[in-house]
């Protein structure tokens, strides 16, 4: 599938769009960075992170708000991604909406402004799950504000979570 307009989705500060062959090297920089990969069990090897893009784009390629970079209009740099992955849990297979962005851009909203322009491409029917580390306070905020409740607490891969749906 080819990236066209329609893929792209601009707010006032950033834009919104599948990753392309070019983001490679920055998104293996970004996952194999402890920074950027906190709240995340381990940051990535660089085989991994090559392994974790190509995930990326395939999921891009048949789901339109699959996990995928957010860019700052400004600078015209990738600050971080948005979107949904599959994740297996409790015996169901679920589309797992997750952010993240690079240190010196959180604080401003934009995990916020990202995530809802890309929640328009998603189905209103179909549930999404956020998984977030019960001390990670400003993924909770986002979360909320992006229209997700709490669910329960529960382990997830061994570690206790707090688990929030939009449905
Ligand atoms: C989680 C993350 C994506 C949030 O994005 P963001 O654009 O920085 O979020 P915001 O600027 O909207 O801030 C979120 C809220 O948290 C608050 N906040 C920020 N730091 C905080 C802290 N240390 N303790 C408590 N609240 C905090 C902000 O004031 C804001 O509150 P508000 O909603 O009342 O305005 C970003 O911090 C990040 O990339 N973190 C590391 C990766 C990560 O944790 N990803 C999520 C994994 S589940």
């Known amino acids: 599938m080819t990236e066209s307009d329609l893929d792209v989705v601009t707010t006032a500060r950033l834009t919104v769009r599948p990753p392309r062959e070019a983001d490679r090297a920055r998104f293996v920089e970004l996952f194999c960075s402890d920074e950027f990969m906190v709240f995340y069990p381990a940051v990535l090897t660089e085989p991994e992170a ?54 010196e851009r959180r604080g401003l909203g934009y995990a916020t402004e990202a995530s809802q322009a890309l929640l328009a491409k998603a189905d209103r029917t ?30 997830v891969y061994g570690d206790v979570r707090n688990l929030y749906k939009r449905a």
């Open 126 to 155: 179909q549930e999404l799950l956020a998984i977030i580390a019960p001390d990670n306070l400003p993924s909770q905020k986002v979360c909320l504000k992006l229209g997700f409740t709490f669910w329960k607490q529960a382990p």
């Open 50 to 103: 090559n392994d974790r893009f190509d995930h990326m784009v395939a999921i891009c390629q048949t789901v339109p708000f699959g996990k995928q970079p957010v860019v700052e209009r400004s600078s015209g740099d990738i600050v971080g991604y948005t979107g949904v992955d599959y994740i297996d849990l409790e015996g169901e297979t679920w589309l797992e909406w997750g952010y993240r962005l690079v240190p």
